[in-house]
């Protein structure tokens, strides 16, 4: 018996009480963006409430309380991932900001040279694709992609072949956004690691469903959003090695990030701050901190049985239904992509919509992926605490009443 | 028929359906009942740009009035564009680009989609008017 009650937890998300199209609502993408609960909304407004003041440098009181806020939000963030200190965890607005961070700082730094390479997969988000291709342009480097297996997962062994003296850097996401594929991180950090290669590992999907250890995964960089772990658009995070951050330069100028300016020549701040030019967004950091505090007390692991028990039985359901294409493997995490014979997956979602359940089609932000399965896109169901087995019951319903209009 | 009379009869056929399920299926239907368009035109330069799902256009004249062929790999958005080839096919040039087209708002079928497709639902009708203005030149 699953101990989790899912009930316990959906009333601390208002938005989940309302009817869509006269139904009630079936938030079924949570891969998109999660819902937030009510410490996450109570923090961002007794942050404007009590504290708002511009953070650092400040001698007044407000000033004071809102830095030790928003470095108190660092501190949680630092010990959730299990940094070694928290001036590994920089502030962003969010995963796709800390992947062109850390593209735009390499670019800075002295790291590549002709003829070096940049690995991704195949699995990935246009996010951790495209600023690397955009890295690779300018230095005139070269983008190799770890393809992609039938059953969605990389092919580690052609991974093994890809990786060389020429690599400076493997970049691959833990869980993929479209599929529900949880790639073996560790396995690939540790192999990218004996060719002295840098690694990047995009945790956007992966945070809100798994306790995450960055020392245990051992990358150099780990990236996540906070509107996919029940926190705020808007606030994002790039941990990242305290030696390597201390070595690149920064990206942006502005304010916070500088140690001492004149016309002549300005020396920049340490990091984390030289990377966090200008008015950071304060109140999505303290709120972030916030989810993350939340997560924590329902317990991540509680979290994650419940959520497989869903995918298990979304997936037997969808199997139970004519002409189905079930996309990733069957270990899949927060997602699962699917197809019918015939039908475009557009369609399915207007109608599914109708009926007051939210799922995502499209290609998910991942066209060379769809192009690689053949399709211009799939109907995702992504999961998260507060979903129910009655709504997989309903997504049922709703799926065979589309199916018999669309057919 | 004129163009509002045949705006109106089709209004007043989705007006027979009390249920959502009902319209749709009903424009789903007249999508089926489009003229066939045959694969070999679903090609670039009759792909309305901008839709979520392929929409192909193709506007000729005949006898001085506007032919229009049109298919899509969503059923939905085709039986969309059976609604304007209803409206608009067989009409002259010039009455296709005086037409009022706000009667798509009447159907009560806009505010059920997706903004992306009642965009497209835009640049269906100004692709039809664009082989219009062609036409009348």
Known sequence: MNAFDPYTYRDDFPILAQSVHGKPLVYLDNAATSQKPLPVLNASRDYYEKLNSNIHRGVHHLAQAATAAHEAARETIARHLNATRPEEIIFTSGTTDSVNLVASSLGRSDRFVNGDEIIISGLEHHSNTVPWQMLCERLGITLKVIPVLDDGTLDLDAYQELLSDRTKLVAVNHVSNAFGTVNKVVQICSQAKKFGALTFIDGAQSLPHMSIDVQDVDCDFYAFSGHKVYGPTGIGILFGKHDLLCELPPWRGGGEMIKEVTFEKTTYNDPPFKFEAGTPNIEGGIALAAAIDYVNKVGLTHIASHESALIEKAAAMLAGLDEVAIYGPPDRTGAISFNFEGIHHYDLGTLLDQMGLALRTGHHCCQPLMARFGVSGTLRASFALYNTEQEIDALEAALKRALMMLR | ?137
């Not at chain 2, 509002?4 to 056929?13: G, R, V």
């Not at chain 2, 035109?41 to 004249?61: A, F, M, N, P, Y």
């Not at chain 2, 049109?70 to 969309?80: P, R």
């Open chain 2, 1 to 137: 028929m004129t163009i509002t009379e045949k705006q109106q009869e089709l209004l007043d056929e989705l007006d027979l359906f009390q249920d959502w399920t009902e319209r749709y299926e009903y424009v789903i239907g007249l999508g089926k009942k489009l003229a066939p368009m045959d694969e070999s035109l679903h090609t670039e330069d009759r792909l309305i740009k901008g839709c979520q799902s392929q929409v192909w256009l193709e506007s000729t004249t005949e006898d001085g009035k506007m032919r229009y062929l049109a298919d899509s790999d969503s059923v939905i958005t085709k039986g969309m564009i059976a609604l304007f080839v209803r409206i608009l096919d067989n009409e002259s040039p010039d009455d296709v680009l005086s037409a009022d087209l706000s009667f798509i708002d009447k159907t009560g079928l806009k505010e059920h989609l997706a903004p992306t497709r009642a965009n497209a639902l835009t640049l269906m009708s100004a692709q039809m008017r664009k082989g219009a203005l062609e036409a009348s030149q």
